[in-house]
């Protein structure tokens, strides 16, 4: 599903950073929405809170971005893909993520 609201801020990548960084957001800011995206089958996060979405696609796709309605989110923060071993691979997709949004 698309997410339609707007001054959210969009969480790219999943690890133990970007939970607790999901975490503090909420904690304070009582009106802020978090979009997760990942490539995750599922949310990693707790579905019941209606603040966090998860966007399932790539960072690196366009449509993946314009589903987590890119164009009117506040902020993005860009997190390292932690399962890639090599620092200077997990770089350049950090990266690449970046130049795409």
Known sequence: MNYTNQDHIIIIGWNKKSE???NELLKSNQ?????????LERSPV???NERVHYIQGSPTEK???YKANINKAKSVIVFSDDTIPDSSLR???TLNVAIVV
Not at 31 to 39: A, G, N, R, Y
């Open 31 to 39: 009106k802020v929405e978090v979009v997760l995206i990942d490539t």
């Open 46 to 48: 707790d579905v019941s």
């Open 91 to 93: 770089d350049a997709k």
């Open 20 to 22: 607790s960084a999901i």
């Open 63 to 65: 449509e993946t971005l």
